[in-house]
């Protein structure tokens, strides 16, 4: 279209990025003419955000761009902006008030020990468990996170939490069962399959006589999304943490925490990795709990393809993070691999009882058998 009055309006954008932002920015503008009509060609470097409209100040004056519309910013999405280009992740910062002994590290030497590694304090510096505070070194959150005895978790950091619930139905209107996790996260990915072994279904397919039991909801798959949910956490957020809920129909799991700044779902699904909490990450990749960089929604997918469960799905939900997962659908056939085991002699012997029979006692079987 071209700009009328070019140097009229070259002054007056000039003036209004002046007046109303805040940091200030100061852009180039250029003037240049295409097809006979003047433009203004204005870069913006990329500096440190969050910026914002003076008049609304920092709580309201920061906009995001959503489709083809501006939208004002949540206190909680600001929070997460700051955080993530003017400050080092939340789990690095330090603990003043503690020390290293309010870390349990029988423990660390227990786990390290588990993948042949020795902990020393230069290590435990190494991976963030303890950093500099003045002139000495005490636990950062993300050590008392990880490695925090009871106490000192309980009274610094209730939202290093996971919390079990088994509910009746499709809905949180009854609970049936009910468990929370009384270590740390890295007992987490122990604790939390052992609860939903036992308030999940085994289904039996039985094929060429064999039968096999197929857990309801995918081990594998769940432990994956289990681990990015305790890493991935925002454990900023008050009042909020880690939870798996079971219902008759779906098995969930939320973390809090939007997604990082810039960090879309289509991300997740390409496999970029966006850290948060750089400590946890770090250990739980040393401990081998983490493989790959990035790999979890693949190794997701994969499994369940494979499997033949269904696929799972994620959302953002306000300050959440869900995944569900849905049961396993019994109506695919399960590979001819999965059920090619050989019968026992005795197993053959109870086969052949039932040639000229469609049913027997359990008495009757043990009278018949040589």
């Given at each position: 279209?071209?700009?009328?009055?070019?140097?009229?309006?070259?002054?007056?954008?000039?003036?209004?990025?002046?007046?109303?932002?805040?940091?200030?920015?100061?852009?180039?503008?250029?003037?240049?003419?295409?097809?006979?009509?003047?433009?203004?060609?204005?870069?913006?470097?990329?500096?440190?955000?969050?910026?914002?409209?003076?008049?609304?100040?920092?709580?309201?004056?920061?906009?995001?761009?959503?489709?083809?519309?501006?939208?004002?910013?949540?206190?909680?999405?600001?929070?997460?902006?700051?955080?993530?280009?003017?400050?080092?992740?939340?789990?690095?910062?330090?603990?003043?008030?503690?020390?290293?002994?309010?870390?349990?590290?029988?423990?660390?030497?227990?786990?390290?020990?588990?993948?042949?590694?020795?902990?020393?304090?230069?290590?435990?510096?190494?991976?963030?468990?303890?950093?500099?505070?003045?002139?000495?070194?005490?636990?950062?959150?993300?050590?008392?996170?990880?490695?925090?005895?009871?106490?000192?978790?309980?009274?610094?950091?209730?939202?290093?939490r996971v919390?079990?619930?088994?509910?009746?139905?499709?809905?949180?209107?009854?609970?049936?069962?009910?468990?929370?996790?009384?270590?740390?996260?890295?007992?987490?990915?122990?604790?939390?399959?052992?609860?939903?072994?036992?308030?999940?279904?085994?289904?039996?397919?039985?094929?060429?006589?064999?039968?096999?039991?197929?857990?309801?909801?995918?081990?594998?798959?769940?432990?994956?999304?289990?681990?990015?949910?305790?890493?991935?956490?925002?454990?900023?957020?008050?009042?909020?943490?880690?939870?798996?809920?079971?219902?008759?129909?779906?098995?969930?799991?939320?973390?809090?925490?939007?997604?990082?700044?810039?960090?879309?779902?289509?991300?997740?699904?390409?496999?970029?990795?966006?850290?948060?909490?750089?400590?946890?990450?770090r250990v739980?990749?040393?401990?081998?709990?983490?493989?790959?960089?990035?790999?979890?929604?693949?190794?997701?997918?994969?499994?369940?393809?494979?499997?033949?469960?269904?696929?799972?799905?994620?959302?953002?939900?306000?300050?959440?993070?869900?995944?569900?997962?849905?049961?396993?659908?019994?109506?695919?056939?399960?590979?001819?691999?999965?059920?090619?085991?050989?019968l026992s002699?005795?197993?053959?012997?109870?086969?052949?009882?039932?040639?000229?029979?469609?049913?027997?006692?359990?008495?009757?079987?043990?009278?018949?058998?040589?």
């Amino acid at each position: 279209m071209g700009v009328k009055n070019i140097f009229k309006a070259e002054e007056t954008l000039a003036n209004s990025i002046s007046d109303n932002i805040r940091p200030q920015i100061l852009p180039e503008i250029e003037i240049a003419t295409v097809e006979g009509k003047d433009l203004l060609v204005i870069k913006v470097s990329y500096w440190k955000a969050p910026f914002f409209l003076i008049k609304e100040r920092v709580l309201n004056g920061v906009y995001i761009r959503l489709g083809s519309t501006n939208r004002s910013t949540s206190p909680d999405f600001l929070k997460e902006l700051q955080r993530s280009v003017l400050a080092p992740s939340y789990d690095k910062k330090p603990l003043d008030d503690l020390s290293k002994n309010s870390l349990d590290l029988a423990y660390v030497e227990r786990l390290f020990s588990k993948v042949n590694k020795r902990i020393t304090d230069e290590k435990l510096r190494s991976f963030g468990i303890l950093v500099p505070s003045g002139k000495r070194f005490v636990p950062s959150i993300g050590g008392l996170i990880l490695f925090g005895k009871r106490e000192e978790r309980g009274l610094s950091l209730s939202e290093s939490r996971v919390s079990c619930t088994r509910f009746q139905g499709t809905t949180k209107s009854r609970i049936i069962d009910r468990f929370e996790v009384d270590g740390t996260i890295l007992d987490a990915v122990d604790e939390v399959p052992k609860f939903i072994a036992r308030n999940t279904k085994l289904i039996a397919q039985i094929k060429e006589i064999r039968r096999k039991d197929i857990p309801e909801y995918p081990p594998v798959a769940l432990r994956e999304a289990l681990i990015n949910a305790l890493v991935h956490a925002d454990y900023s957020l008050k009042g909020s943490h880690i939870r798996i809920a079971i219902f008759d129909d779906r098995l969930e799991i939320q973390n809090p925490g939007m997604f990082p700044f810039g960090f879309t779902l289509e991300d997740l699904k390409a496999g970029v990795s966006r850290v948060r909490n750089k400590v946890l990450v770090r250990v739980f990749h040393e401990l081998k709990f983490m493989e790959e960089w990035g790999s979890g929604y693949k190794r997701i997918t994969e499994v369940c393809a494979e499997e033949n469960y269904p696929q799972p799905f994620w959302e953002e939900k306000g300050t959440t993070i869900n995944v569900t997962f849905y049961p396993y659908n019994s109506n695919l056939i399960l590979k001819e691999s999965a059920i090619s085991e050989e019968l026992s002699i005795r197993e053959k012997a109870i086969v052949a009882l039932f040639k000229n029979r469609k049913t027997l006692a359990f008495r009757e079987i043990f009278d018949l058998l040589p």
